[in-house]
């Protein structure tokens, strides 16, 4: 008798575990999003470094399917990645701050910019979360680097 009902605890749980995944599911990424951004600029020239939190708002438009989606930013920055209903992985170039608020440019042999978009926390069909941390440069010599970046989509 006692092993019927430990059986039934078990299985309890499973099905608690699955409705909180159901309650997670359900974003579609293609659409036009605000992206509220807030990272420390770490900058560095030579021996001489520059350090600046910055805070700002771009807006993302994304297209495609969820598998492979795609981005654009004004001014010409794009992002490639893959996702899912509850996640979504960009990488390609993106317009960071530097320390003193200076918009990075596009990604180009000359001047790179490499920027990474995690987006793992999904609340709401329009409100989801994560991380972005990049390198770029920021012209006359100076590198930057977004250090313990975040990042919140709403549309």
């Not at 009902?5 to 036009?32: E, K, L, P």
């Amino acid at each position: 008798g006692s092993g019927g009902a430990s059986g039934a605890a078990g299985s309890g749980q499973a099905n608690t575990g699955g409705t909180g995944t159901a309650a997670q599911t359900g974003i579609t990424w293609a659409g036009t999003w605000t992206a509220d951004v807030a990272h420390t600029s770490d900058c560095n020239w030579s021996s001489a470094t520059q350090t600046g939190q910055q805070s700002y708002t771009v807006t993302i438009k994304v297209t495609g399917d969820n598998a492979s989606p795609g981005a654009t930013i004004s001014s010409g920055f794009t992002l490639e990645g893959t996702g899912a209903s509850d996640h979504m992985n960009l990488t390609g170039d993106f317009p960071f701050r530097s320390w003193k608020g200076e918009v990075a440019t596009t990604n180009s042999l000359n001047s790179p910019n490499n920027a990474t978009i995690k987006i793992s926390s999904v609340e709401s069909s329009t409100k989801a979360s994560g991380t972005i941390e990049g390198t770029w440069d920021a012209g006359g010599g100076w590198t930057c680097k977004a250090k313990s970046g975040t990042i919140t989509l709403s549309k």
